[in-house]
Structure formats: C-alpha cells, structure tokens
C-alpha cells in the first residue's frame, strides 16, 4: 500500500497492536477459507490441491471492492476462487468468515496480553514479597489516611492483575459457521447431509483451534461480548495500576528507571509507561460500548450494527495487548526509592495478610499454566 492510514504517530505503544492489524485479520480471513475449502473438499469426496496464498492477493482491489460492497469478504472470496475454484467459500456467508477471523485474532492478542500479564504478575509478587515491611501510607479520597506498607499496595496491583488474567482465561473463541441466514441449509443441500453444517464446524474447528459452538451466533453476540470485556478488564487493570504508578512518581516513591522526555524542559523524567496506562484504560470505555450497543441484533443480520462493531471489537484487543506491554515494561523498570517512602511508626508490618494472599492467588494461577 502507498499510504498507511495508521502507522503509529499518535499510538506510541502500537508496535504490541499490530497483532490485530489489517494483515492479520486478512491472513485469519484466508485461514478460515482455507479450513473451510479444506473441510469441505473432504465432506463432497473431492480432491483439491489449491494453498489459497494470502501473499499474492492485491489489496487494493480488495479495498476496491470493500467499498463496493460494505464488507471485505465478498472481493476476497472472489480472488480466492481465483485460486482454488468455485469450492472455495461455498456455502458460507461473508459473517462465518470475518467473525471467525476476528476470533482468531482475539485469541492471539489476548494470549499476547495474558503472557505479558503474567511477567507483569511475576515482577510484582516479588516487589510485594520485598517491601512487605516498607512502611507507607496511603490515601483515602486524596487525603491521609492510616499507615500500611508499600508491600500491600504492590499486593493490590498484583490482585488486579490476576483478575484480568482470569477474566481472559475465562473467555471462549467459537467459530463462526452458519451460511447466508444461519441455519446452514446451504451446506446440507450441496452435500447431500443434513448434518453437514455440524460435521464442518467440528472440522474447521479442530484446524482453526476454536471453539465449536455446535451453533450459529450471528445474531448473539454474546461470545463478542466476552471477548472485549476480557479485552477492557486487562486495560483497566493496567490503567489502575497506572493511576498509582503516576502518583507515586510524582511523590519520588516510585519511579522509572526510564523515564520519558519532554520537549521543553529536559530535566524532567516522565513516567511515560503510567500516563499511557491510563490512557488506554481511559480510551477502552469509548469502542467497548459500541460493541455493546451494537449487540441490540435484529433480523438474520443488521444493517449497520455489525458493521459497526468490527473496528470496535479490534480496538480492544488492540488496547489490551498495548496496556498488558505497557504494564510488563513498567512493572521491569519500576524502581522503589525506599529512602523517601513517608515512614510512619509501627511495631510490626500491615498488610502482610493481603500480600501472601494476593501472591498466593497469583501463585495458583500459575500452577494452572503448569498443568
């Protein structure tokens, strides 16, 4: 392409988003097609030796069509029939394929942000374990209120992490299969079987490694629903922990080791990683509830409410991946200036029961990875 629409200048973090770029979602659309003509192929007994390249589509036709035609898929079946013949895409809607793309994409990106997540959560468990005697107090409604320790703060930021991780854990990522009005006539006519619609969504399902949902959902947007709320819960994890991230650099309590510039006065050292985390926990808000208004379906397919939910779906996953990023990178530079902490006078150290609990639930997590 000669231009880009968005090539990051105003996204400093979205070097981490391009796993929810146009490219992805164009190879998870190829990839579905694929598994599709695949699947199919073997259901009607007919041999094919067609690959179905994604590096030889031209993307401005395709981008000539999109507009042609409201939705990418209908001038990327026909360049891929192109290549494989009229099996390619038989039976399917334009919905099976970009919402099942868009699952795939969904599933990457939040394995991306869980995996940064989880170094985060490493990184603070240990902080929390360190500073459990450090004594500081904190504030309720901006004000002064009682003495705990740095560690039980640590405590908290490492608790919501965990949330986030078992909010994305929690998340489902079904194929989308259902044919022009979703109930899979399509499928069963050209072969024959009345069960052709299932036998194919176990198939696909099996090579994509989604879900099968035994199920049409083009209507239920339930399953998106999910996915973008585990999307925002990462960026709101990130943005709490942001929030006190900013505070504390402004106290010199906690500060980055890396600090960020400024144009005008060089002395200073921003805390760059906490500004963009709330940022983005801020910004989340805005395309999760298009996704939730757009869920108001109608008829066999909207006329407008779908199409309004795919930039909005993406942008959440493409904030989750930069917040969990963001988040891994400050919870690595974060330096704790103990010397400065407000020291308050206590015989023995508060809070210690909320850092081994916190550790403790971030631990069994983990152990879950493990089996």
């Known amino acids: 392409m000669a231009d880009a629409f968005d090539w990051g200048l105003l996204e400093p973090a979205g070097a981490t988003g391009a796993v929810v770029s146009d490219d992805r979602i164009l190879a998870a659309m190829v990839e579905l097609e694929r598994a599709h003509f695949t699947a199919w192929s073997s259901l009607l007994d007919v041999e094919t030796t067609a690959s179905l390249d994604v590096e030889s589509l031209d993307r401005e036709a395709l981008l000539k069509e999109s507009r042609r035609s409201g939705v990418p898929v209908v001038g990327l079946a026909q360049a891929l029939r192109e290549q494989g013949g009229t099996l390619v895409h038989q039976g399917m809607t334009s919905q099976d394929v970009l919402d099942s793309a868009l699952m795939m994409v969904s599933r990457d990106a939040l394995t991306v942000a869980r995996e940064a997540l989880t170094a985060a959560g490493r990184r603070f468990a240990a902080l929390a374990r360190e500073h459990r005697g450090t004594p500081f107090t904190v ?43 979703g109930d899979g006539d399509a499928f069963a006519r050209l072969s024959g079987r009345p069960d052709a619609v299932a036998i194919l969504r176990r198939r696909i399902s099996a090579i994509l490694g989604l ?32 929030r006190d991230l900013g505070l504390l650099a ?122």
């Open 211 to 242: 879900a099968d949902p035994g199920r049409v959902w083009h209507t239920d947007r339930s399953p998106v629903l999910a996915v973008t709320r585990a999307a925002a819960s990462v960026c709101s994890a990130g943005g709490r922990v942001g």
């Open 139 to 181: 504030r309720t409604l901006t004000q002064e209120a009682e003495a705990t320790t740095l560690g039980a703060v640590i405590g908290g930021w490492l608790d919501a992490v965990s949330s986030a991780i078992e909010t994305v854990d929690s998340v489902v990522f079904p194929l989308q299969l259902g044919g022009a009005i």
């Open 250 to 371: 402004r106290d010199d309590v906690a500060t980055p080791l890396h600090g960020g510039a400024s144009s005008a006065m060089p002395h200073k050292k921003n805390p760059v990683d906490a500004v963009l985390l709330v940022a983005n926990g801020l910004r989340v808000s805005g395309p999760l509830g298009v996704v939730q208004t757009a869920s108001l379906s109608y008829d066999a397919r909207p006329a407008g409410e779908w199409h309004a939910e795919w930039q909005a779906w993406r942008e959440t996953l493409r904030l989750a991946a930069e917040s969990a990023s963001l988040l891994e990178h400050a919870a690595g530079d974060l330096v704790i200036q103990t010397r400065r902490a407000p020291v308050t006078p206590a015989s023995a150290p508060r809070g210690s029961h909320e850092v081994d609990a916190a550790v403790a639930r971030f631990e069994r997590l983990q152990e879950g990875d493990a089996s």
